[in-house]
């Protein structure tokens, strides 16, 4: 197995690469739900990048801030700092209600085939074995955005059949699930980052499927860091790693101290 979690030959981090593959899915002229760490540094790349209209949407209300200076957590000054508006937890989560968001921004302890998360608990929720923090604004991103993405490190233990509980809602028990719990149509995950891989969901089945691989790491690689069966893209490609003003910019401009990266 390659040491695809160590500094490479082109001398770039595996953060790095997270936050890149992450802020290329962000699409100029949208809204984008954003948590704190690697979510917030794809954005302000993103902005910097291919996106100057991306809208950043903290769940404190702050939206369309600069990030120029780099927030130190969703409740922080600075994502309120040159926004367009300094709204409350309400009107952001009013706004996604409304259909207002395009992409929200997740995490999690597991995660299944059909994009369902777990950040609650491992083990019984009356007696777990880990007990997390709490779901935040998860289950209501994961139920209103238009289109999530899921950032986790990909290992049989997070990437499993059944979560211990489902935090977040994904495609639930397959097509049609969502919409019959009520949540919008034509919503749901739209992509994993991960460590391994990009992986997204089939149109029909909703079930997760690899379309692309981390550079240095193998299709075997991500099946075996998987406990059940992925689906693999007809157009199975490598992602491209960091571009030199990627890393420019990252180091640079958005953490110059090195404190998330």
């Known amino acids: 197995m390659s040491d695809h979690n160590s500094n490479n030959a082109i ?25 704190t760490g690697i979510p917030m540094l794809a954005a302000a790349l993103a902005k910097k990048m291919h996106a100057p209209n991306l809208m950043p949407i903290f769940e404190f209300g702050g939206l369309g801030a600069s990030l120029d200076v780099l927030p130190l957590g969703v409740g922080g000054s600075r994502t309120f700092h040159k926004a367009l508006v300094a709204a409350s937890i309400c ?23 059909y994009g369902n998360l777990n950040s609650t608990v491992i083990g019984d929720h009356a007696k777990p074995k880990v007990r997390f923090p709490g779901s935040g604004g998860a289950n209501d991103i994961g139920s209103l955005c238009w289109r999530t993405i899921a950032i986790m490190t990909q290992d049989k233990r997070k990437f499993i059949p059944k979560p211990d509980f489902i935090t977040t809602p994904g495609y639930l028990s397959g097509p049609g699930a969502r919409e019959e719990a009520g949540l919008p149509p034509n919503s749901g995950p739209y992509r994993v980052v991960t460590n391994l891989a990009l992986l997204g969901f089939d149109d029909e089945t909703k079930w997760m499927k690899i379309l692309a691989l981390q550079p240095g790491v193998s299709l075997e690689q991500v099946k075996e860091n998987t406990s059940f069966e992925l689906l693999v893209s007809d157009e199975l490609y490598e992602l491209e790693p960091p571009s030199e003003k990627e890393l420019k910019v990252l180091r640079e401009d958005i953490d110059p101290t090195g404190l998330y990266i």
């Not at 001398?11 to 593959?21: A, D, F, N, R, S």
């Open 11 to 35: 001398g770039y981090k595996p953060t790095e690469m997270l936050i890149c593959v992450a802020s290329r899915q962000m699409e100029d002229g949208t809204g984008a739900f954003i948590g």
């Open 91 to 113: 009107d952001v989560m009013e706004a996604s209600a409304r259909g207002h968001v395009e992409f929200g921004f997740l995490g999690g302890a597991q995660i299944d085939m």
